[in-house]
């Protein structure tokens, strides 16, 4: 009996352990604050591209918002206060 517990415990030692649940980047965020993440994201890129005429300026400043999103998500979102 102690020996099956040795064994049973050695191979839980050498099994990897998968964690389960969120994780990542977006796994700390609630499902309605991505959903806010996405919707205001993709109404920021709708009125660039609806109110800016010059092609190159609309790749210009859609480029830039996906590069400052995730400060902005960021500083808007963090809960380390």
Known sequence: MARR???RALVRR???QWRRG???RLGRRSRGER???VGLTLATLGLIWTLVDDLA???A?????LLVLP???VIALD???
């Open 14 to 16: 050498l099994n990897p």
């Open 5 to 7: 517990h040795r064994r």
């Open 57 to 59: 300026l609309r790749l």
């Open 71 to 73: 400060a902005i998500v």
């Open 79 to 81: 809960r380390r206060i």
């Open 22 to 24: 969120r994780t990542g």
């Open 61 to 65: 400043l859609t480029v830039l918002l």
């Open 35 to 37: 959903a806010a993440i």
